[in-house]
């Protein structure tokens, strides 16, 4: 599955006047990756933090975690992705 850090959604309002496109920007901050095969496996978690430097992903599985570079977080296996909003602009 290709996913990116950031990614732009248009979505269309139809009223009874007029159209409205509203583009939505979603930034990555989290996803679980799931390694193994459909009766068993194991589940691994990264996540982002911000800091007052700018932002660190870390990797998290069972007992372990460590900081990883977000070229490792896009090169996973994505099972479930999360994305928030972070700005919103209007045509």
């Not at 390694?35 to 430097?53: F, N, P, V, W």
């Not at 660190?56 to 479930?80: N, P």
């Amino acid at each position: 599955m290709n996913f990116e850090e950031h990614t732009l959604i248009d979505e269309k309002f139809i009223s009874k006047n007029s159209v409205t496109t509203e583009i939505y920007t979603y930034e990555l901050f989290a996803l679980i990756e799931h390694k193994g095969g459909l009766s068993s496996g194991h589940y691994i978690a990264y996540t982002k933090r911000e800091t007052m430097d700018g932002e660190d992903w870390y990797y998290f599985s069972d007992t372990k975690y460590m900081k990883v570079r977000i070229e490792k977080v896009l090169d996973a296996s994505a099972y479930i992705l999360f994305y928030k909003l972070i700005n919103e602009v209007k045509e």
